[in-house]
């Protein structure tokens, strides 16, 4: 008959010791028949299967207690299957390795690759970055020749030239290149993995050191704010339209918004003033209230004036 025998306050003297000095080889926790297990050895399973710190409190010392039940338990049907012969068994071998093949990779993939990746994904983006490039692209020439040009007005950048005034003449991307290259806030996930992987790796103010390859071209990237992220915010606005019944009129709309400003000046309400003066229909009748919306929903501009607004 298996003899098991656990003694709490010899754990617990031992927790105690292994926390305050380093001989903790030799001192045994549990053993059953004429097995042993050392406090090295449970301490090295709980912090696997538990967390990567054991401290001694009264709440540790309640979970080592219920763990070392469960991990005796465990090494005791171990070691009863080994006296069994069952590693002998063919029939239970082929479902060892069926499960191998079929539970090992998806378990393999989902703790040692999805949920770091997860988690670092997560941290990141509690942050944004203020990205800006110069674009050479591979559809118009050969990549050959936009990599040398890439890297020349790399190199250019690297010996003190400004990085703003070389993208606003020499960028291939006409979207950014009116401000000198910015394509604004950034936070990850949101963008081409290339990307991602600057902002992780390059700080406010830096430029990253090497070419940036997407399928778009090359790219040299700079990283110019950088600031914790508002996930969401919700905003109320007043939109006077140059669009008056068919007809463009700037004028007439900068009257309108100028008496729309002096009324809140004078103490009107906000709510009443967007439902008399707005002329976007959607948001007018619900007192201006665009509700919440997330960085880059709204067009550039707008929402860098709201977002400033907001922090």
Known sequence: MVKRVIVVLVFILSLFLYSCSSQQTGVVVAEFGQEQITLEELKEAYAKN???EVTVDADSIANLKEFTDLYVNYRMKLRDAYVRGYYNDPDLNDEINDYIETVGPSYVEEKFIMEPGIKDLYDRRKVEKRISHILFRKDTVDEATARKKAEGILERIKNGESFEELAYRYTEDEFSKPDSGDIYWLTAGQIIPEF???????SKGEVYPELVETKYGFHIMKVTDEQP???EIRAQHILSSFNRGGRVDTAEAWETIQLVQKKLEEGEHFDVLAKKYSTDEGSAKK???LGFFQRRMMVKPFDEAVFNLGR
């Open 50 to 52: 538990q967390s990567p």
């Open 196 to 202: 991602d992987e600057v902002m992780k790796n390059t």
């Open 229 to 231: 992220r508002k996930f």
């Open 287 to 289: 007192g201006g209230d």
